[in-house]
Nanobody, 123 residues
Framework: VQLQASGGGLVQAGGSLRLSCVASVRTVSSFLMGWFRQAPGKEREFVAAISWSSDSTIYADSVKGRFAISRDNTKNTVYLQMNSLKPEDTAVYHC?????????????????WGQGTQVTVSS
């Protein structure tokens, strides 16, 4: 499975961006998917995850109420709507497929990492 994230860019604080993650195969629609981010000099951190049926989502406390994860299984695509962006949201954002079936937030529980997309929020 190959995952390609896109939609990043430079935005002012308070602005919005919508990230997309397209999978190379349809079978990804059966898996829980997650978004992670990694800022320079920091470890990769969990942002959000969504079940295969979209009936369950979880968020990191730092983005709760500002970000929304969704998916369209007919398009093999997962989205991350990011609102009220802050400079501390600046990072490379990656999507990944859950290796397993339960909700998880550790990068070790995800695989099929693709190239990320850079999000830069200016103050």
């Amino acid at each position: 499975v190959q995952l390609q994230a896109s939609g990043g860019g430079l935005v002012q604080a308070g602005g919005s961006l919508r990230l997309s993650c397209v999978a190379s195969v349809r079978t990804v629609s059966s898996f829980l998917m997650g978004w992670f981010r990694q800022a320079p000099g920091k470890e990769r951190e969990f942002v959000a995850a969504i079940s295969w049926s979209s009936d369950s989502t979880i968020y990191a406390d730092s983005v709760k109420g500002r970000f929304a994860i969704s998916r369209d299984n007919t398009k093999n695509t997962v989205y991350l709507q990011m609102n009220s962006l802050k400079p501390e949201d600046t990072a490379v954002y990656h999507c990944a497929r859950r290796v397993g079936w339960s909700m998880a937030t550790s990068p070790a529980d995800f695989g099929s990492w693709g190239q990320g997309t850079q999000v830069t929020v200016s103050s």
